[in-house]
Every structure is written in C-alpha cells, then in structure tokens.
C-alpha cells in the first residue's frame, strides 16, 4: 500500500516538504518551470498529429454538430444529439473565429492535451518525486491523448475534469472557499461536454469532502463551503436551461440529455475493459510472427490491459485510508490528499463503467489513471517493502510497455503518405482514400447527401449535409423511430444522393457485441435504400471499409 508511518503520517504534507515532495505543486519555481515546459513540449508532440486521420466514424459526430450550430440550427429542436451541448457550442466558436477546418478543431485537441499533462504532473507532483511526476504527464500525452486523437466530446469533458480534481484538492490544502466554487463550476462544465462523467465527477468531489468530514473531522463540507461547491456547479446548468428556454427546447433537451440511459448503454454494454479486438487482431498480437515479436507485441497491448487496472487500485486506497482514520489515526494532509483524489476517481470510474467500460472510455481520462501510476511508481511516502522492491522493475516495465504504445501510435502517424485533398483542409491517411475525392468531384457544397449508417465525418469534410435531423444511425441504439425520420427525409421529393456501406453489420461483433440481432436483421433505411436507389460507383475509404455511391433509380448517375 501507498501508506506513511508515525510521525511522518500526522505532519502535514507542508512540514514534511524537501526538495523531492513539496507541499503544494506550483509553489516552487522549479515546478512552474517544469509545469510550462511539459506543456510546450506536449503541445509541439500532438501537433505530429494534426492532420493525420484514419476517418474514424465518431470524429463526424462533434464536427457535424459545430457546423450546425454555426449555421444557426439549435440542438434537439434543429437536430438529433444525445451529448449535452457543449463541445457543440465551443467548437462553433473556434469555427466562427479561426475559420472552419479541420486542422482548426484538432488544435483545440492539442490544447486541451497538453493542458492536462501538466495538471497530471501538478496533481502527481504532491506525493511523487519530480522524475515520476514527468513521467506520468509524459504518459498523459504520448499514451493517452494521442491514443485516440479525434475531434470528440471527450477530450474537452477530460480537461474540465482534471481541471475540477485540481481545484478540489487546493480546495482541501488551502481552505479557502473560491477553489471549492472552481472545483464545482469545472465540475458543471465537465457535465455540459459530457453528462455522465460530469454527474460521476461531482458525486466524487461530493463523498469525498464527506469523508473527509466525517473521518478526518475536517471543515470542508460546512455551509458555506457546500453553497459554495454547489453554486458552482448550478451557475453553468443554469445558463445552459436559460438558453434553451429562450429557444423553446427545454423539454426536448432533458430528453436528449436522458435519451442514453434508455438506449445507448443497450448497445453498447461490454465487459469491464473491453479491448475492441477482432478476431483477426488477436491472432495477429498472440499467434503471427516469431517469438520474439510477438512477445514484443505482447508487451505492447499490456499497457492496454494495465490501464483499467488503475481506477481500481484508487478503489483500494480510498477504503484503505479511510478505514485508517475510522480506526483513530490522526489525518495528515497527506491522507485528505488519497481520499478526496480517490473519491472523485471512483465517481468518474462509475461513469466509465455506466456507460462503456471499454479501453477506448478508460483512455479518454488516461492523464487521471496515470496520476494512479505515478502513485505505485513513485509516492514518496510508501513504505511497503514488497512495492519498494519491486518499484524498478514497475518502472522499467512502465517505460517499455507504455513506451512501446507511444511508438506505434507515433509511427502510424509518422508513416502517412497518402494526401487528401478536403473542402476542410488536407489530410494524410496511411492507405488511399478513394471515396472523399469522389464526393469531392460530384457533390457540391452544401448539397443534401446521406452518409448510411454511420460516418458523419465524410459530411463534414465534403461539406455536405445530411438531409435529416440526425448525422449518423446506428441500428440497436437509435430508434425505429429516428429510422422512419430518415426514411421520411429521402421520401421528400428531393433526389437525395447516398453513400451506403452494406457491410456495415460486420462491424458489430467487435463493437458493439450487445446490439439485438433483430435490429442487425431487420433495417428499414437499409431496405428502402436497397429497393429505390441504384448504385453508380463503388468505392473504399483509407479504413478499408466499403461503400456504395447511390441514386434514385429514376435519377442518372453522374
């Protein structure tokens, strides 16, 4: 266990304060050098990966949202969306302002990035040794933010995320009422990106100052504190309620905002660090190759297999020092420190393991999970004798398998040739991207296509757009319903063209395993598609997927 002894454990963390463990990261002028070069050599790191892609389908979702709003549509009155509204809105500003481009939105990416390497290291910096601390924000960046590098809602939800954690835990050291009203407005933010991780978020800043409360004897969760936390998080939702109101999209919004409890988690239930493996991947990481490279590779995707691992070792610190005090030993700072950080990672675990327990979910808050990382590594205050022998070998397996996923993430990126040419800016793809230039030379911007099921990123970049409220289907989690609404838009008279992927429903076992077989089975859109368009060209995106270029029959083929 991570634990102290004697007298060590009763001073607070400020009197056991040397030149390896300060008291409160950022006080010292080494830590704020080291803070802002983190951030610039973090920044300049991600910015390899500006204009790579793999057209993954989600990025479209975010994306397709901005331009929207940009355009003056309102979400869920205007169009479909099941995220609570701000990466929309922020997005939509930085359009408004810097132009609208891809290369626009993934700086933002950058931004946020780098920003939470340096409160991964500020956070671990407290009970870690300065070289672990680096270490970990390291981590945070060339395993974590560039593991999915896309234009998602979460990369936003995660820095108001580290941004709240940290302002709760000065909240705690220095007793003073202004950080707990910041820890529950970024709190509030975190909710307006992403409902579930904001809500998980603030039931863990909750339990936390409540055990510290109530075990530590602390004053944190008195009234005017508490008002504090709570006005906090209520003035961002407020505003929020206040504009949809003047909009007359209240009603709609909290069904929006509620819709996933009912259909998303359906679809998308997986087991508890779900690998997102297809068959021919396992065989490819365990069964091709010589020994040697497939230990190596082995040792790669262990790192992926250690990652859902971290949230539950908080699980044990947060009973481990709380049983502690319960027991009469006296609090330090060092153990309010454990137990409000391990609360608020418990609350946002919950939130990962509602909606997707997936590695995909676990990565997004990478830069909180390796904080965990810098604790077993580094924490100076251990002294369990197993941890403290086994802590080189810990670390050099850290370094080799977390630096072996930084590589080929890096690789990947490094080694994209292919250039494609986009109505928002250049590209570069590993493989050759035959549909985008195809849209290009026959759609016009902003005409009416239909990207079917799912891959609102083809609208974004050939500035099209999609002829109904929603930008992508997905048969499971949307429903009959939504289909019927699509179904609807391409009955309208207009000669609406399409591109269908029919192979869509082989991505399902690997994705989303829990989809009804009936809703795989039986798709309405499919068939309508299939029975009143004709397929002009067929064509293959830079991810090896397949689709159909389509037409009403009763329109040529351009």
């Known amino acids: 266990m991570l634990v102290s002894t004697g007298a060590e454990r009763e001073a607070p963390l400020k009197e056991q304060a040397s030149a390896s463990r300060p008291d409160s990261c950022g006080s010292s002028t080494w830590d704020s050098v080291i803070s802002f070069l983190i951030f610039f050599a973090c920044f300049a790191y991600l910015c390899i990966f500006l204009r790579h892609s793999t057209l993954e389908p989600d990025e479209g979702i975010v994306l397709r949202g901005a331009e929207r709003v940009l355009h003056g549509e309102v979400p869920y009155r205007d169009f479909f969306s099941f995220y609570t509204p701000g990466s929309f809105f922020l ?12 290369v626009v939105a993934r700086v933002s990416l950058v931004v946020c990035g780098a920003i939470c390497s340096v409160i991964t290291y500020l956070l671990a910096r407290r009970v870690c040794t300065h070289w672990i601390s680096v270490l970990a924000a390291l981590l945070a960046t060339t395993a974590g933010a560039a593991f999915r590098f896309l234009v998602l809602h979460n990369s936003y939800s995660t820095l108001f995320a580290c941004v709240a954690l940290y302002a709760a835990v000065r909240h705690v050291e220095k007793r003073i009422s202004l950080w707990a009203f910041a820890a529950g407005s970024f709190a509030s933010l975190t909710f307006i990106f992403e409902q579930s991780k904001g809500a998980g978020l603030f039931g863990g800043i909750v339990l936390g100052l409540m055990l510290l409360r109530f075990t530590a004897n602390t004053r944190d969760l008195e009234t005017p504190n508490f008002a504090m936390l709570v006005l906090g998080f209520s003035w961002p939702l407020l505003l929020t309620v206040m ?6 999209a209240t009603g709609v919004m909290l069904q929006s905002w509620l819709w996933p409890l009912r259909h998303y988690t359906q679809a998308n239930h997986v087991p508890y660090g779900f690998q997102n493996w297809s068959d021919q991947s396992r065989t490819a990481i365990f069964h091709t190759g010589p020994l040697l490279l497939r230990a190596v590779q082995i040792l790669l995707v262990s790192s992926d297999l250690m990652v859902p ?7 044990g610190l947060l009973v481990y020092w709380s049983t502690r005090i319960f027991r009469g030993d006296a609090p330090s700072a060092e153990s309010s420190y454990y137990i409000l950080a391990c609360s608020i990672l418990a609350g946002l675990l919950a939130s990962v393991v509602i909606v997707r327990p997936d590695i995909l979910h676990f990565m997004y808050l990478a830069p909180l999970w390796y904080v965990i990382l810098a604790w077993i590594l580094g924490s100076t205050g251990a002294r369990n004798r197993l941890l403290l022998a086994t802590r080189p070998i810990l670390t050099a397996y850290t370094i080799a398998a977390f630096g072996l996923l930084g590589m080929a993430l890096l690789s990947v990126a490094v080694g994209a040739d292919k250039t494609v040419h986009t109505a928002r800016g250049t590209l570069m793809t590993n493989e050759k991207e035959d549909a ?19 891959l609102p990123l083809y609208n974004y970049l050939s500035a099209t757009r999609s002829p109904s409220p929603l930008d992508y289907f997905q048969p499971g989690m949307n429903t009959p319903g939504q289909g019927a609404e699509i179904i609807t838009s391409l ?21 989303w395993p829990d989809t009804p077989f009936a809703a795989i089975a039986n798709d309405p859109v499919a068939d309508y598609i299939v029975r009143n368009y004709r397929i002009c060209k067929m064509l293959s995106s830079a991810s090896g997927w397949r689709f159909h270029y389509m037409v009403p029959k009763e329109t040529a083929c351009p």
Do not use: C, M
């Not at 504009?243 to 007359?248: E, G, S």
């Not at 009955?491 to 994705?511: D, I, M, T």
């Open 91 to 102: 997005l939509a500003f930085l359009f408004r302002v810097f132009g609208d481009s891809f």
């Open 243 to 248: 504009y949809f109101a003047t909009h007359q």
């Open 309 to 315: 691992v971290l949230p539950l070792v908080s699980i």
């Open 436 to 454: 985008l230039p195809y849209l290009q030379t026959h759609t016009a911007p902003g005409q009416e296509l239909l990207v079917y099921p799912y």
């Open 491 to 511: 009955n309208s008279g207009r000669p609406v063209p399409v591109l269908f992927e029919p192979w869509f429903p082989e991505k399902f076992a690997n994705s």
